[in-house]
């Protein structure tokens, strides 16, 4: 069975996210969240087609982060959801205020996020 084109674009960019987080250094810990953070935006949104509805909303936008985890409200219990979350908030610090996480953030969050991708 072949995976989705968005299926396997959102575990290329856990992937990445996963060597940028090993190269260890200033740069790449903020490639490494926020790779991980789209990945992340990806696997939720390919599990909201697999239960048959739309990522897509009435103007031709697909879902936010947060609307993807509200569309699987009440389907699938997501235990990282509260920490997913956060490392949504520190992916915009990163992209929107110049934040550098440090090595011990960025392995926090990689490892929450590694736990989603094994269950989810």
């Not at 940028?20 to 087609?49: M, P, V």
């Amino acid at each position: 069975m072949a995976l989705s084109p968005m299926l396997k674009h959102g575990l290329e960019s856990f992937e990445h996210g996963l060597e940028h987080y090993l190269d260890g250094t200033e740069k790449s810990r903020k490639f490494a969240i926020l790779h991980i953070d789209q990945a992340i935006e990806l696997l939720l949104k390919e599990k909201i087609i697999l239960i048959g509805k739309s990522i897509y909303k009435s103007d031709g936008t697909t879902l936010s982060f947060h609307e993807a985890f509200n569309s699987l409200k009440g389907i699938c219990d997501i235990a990282q959801k509260p920490r997913l979350e956060e490392l949504h908030d520190v992916r915009n610090t990163i992209q929107h205020k110049g934040l550098l996480p440090d090595e011990a953030t960025t392995k926090f969050y990689v490892e929450i996020a590694y736990d989603f991708l094994k269950i989810f």
